[in-house]
DNA sequence: CTGAATCCAATAGGATACTG
DNA sequence: CAGTATCCTATTGGATTCAG
C-alpha cells in the first residue's frame, strides 16, 4: 500500500488516513464494513447484500478487514458449521466516523465514470 | 441509516460512499485533497507536500478531482502562466466530512502491509 | 514551471469451476 | 454453507522522457 515514510504530506496525519482509506477504498470493502456495522455475520449474508461481489473477492475482503482486526471471524461448532463476521469495536467506530461522509455522498453524488483513472 | 434487512447495499446510500472511496482511495488522492483543503495551490507545492508522487500521477489525480467538481483549475495568465488548483467548497466540505476519519485513522493505526490485496 | 506521452511491472478484480 | 483454485483481462501506478 502507501509506503509513506519519512517526510510526505506535512507530518501526522495524512499517511495515516490515506492508509485507511486505501484500505475501504478497494472496491466493495466500504460497502462490506457498512452492512457488517448493520448487522451482516454470515458470509452468505455478506454477499447477499453487497450485490455483485463475488465469492473470492468477498473471502479477500473480509480476510484483509480481519487482518487489520476492522472484524472478527468466529467459527460457530454447529453442523454444518457456521461462520461469523461480526465488526470489532474499532469496525464501529470506523463505520460510525464514516457517516459524515456518508451525508456528504448523498448531496453529492459522484459518477464513478466522471473520474478518470490512471492511464488513458 | 436504514435497519439491516430488506435491501441490498447497492440500492442505498452506500454505492454512493463506496464511489467516494474509491475515488479518495486511489493513491495520494486523499492526501491531495486534503492539503489543498490546507492551502496548497500551484502544482509544484502539491509535488512538494505530497512527497513521492510523480508528476504524471499528480497531473492525474488533480484532473479526476476537477472532473467530479472537489477542485477547481485556474490558469492565471502571467509569465510564464501560473496554473492553480483550489478545492472547491464541496472539496472542503468533504475534507470537514474526513475529520472523524482522521481521529480515527490517529486512534487505531492501519498497518498497510497487514491487509492482503487481491490475489495472492 | 506545468504538464503530456510513453513504456512497463505489478496489482486488482471478474468469472467460472470445484471442494469439505 | 463457506469458501478455494484457477485463469485471464483491466487497471494502477512507477519511472523516464519530451514539450509548450
Known sequence: MAPFGDRRIDDSACQQIQCVLELIGQRWTGAILIVAA????????????VDRVFDRLLAVRLRALE????????????TPVQIRYAPTSAGVELVT?????????????????AAPRSDG
Chains 1, 2 share one sequence.
Open 38 to 49: 448493520r448487522g451482516a455475520r454470515r458470509f452468505s449474508e455478506y454477499r447477499t447484500m
Open 67 to 78: 487482518a487489520v482486526h476492522l472484524i472478527e471471524r468466529t467459527v460457530i461448532p454447529s
Open 97 to 113: 466516523a464514516l457517516q459524515p461522509l456518508m451525508d456528504f455522498a448523498q448531496r453529492h453524488v459522484i459518477t464513478p465514470t
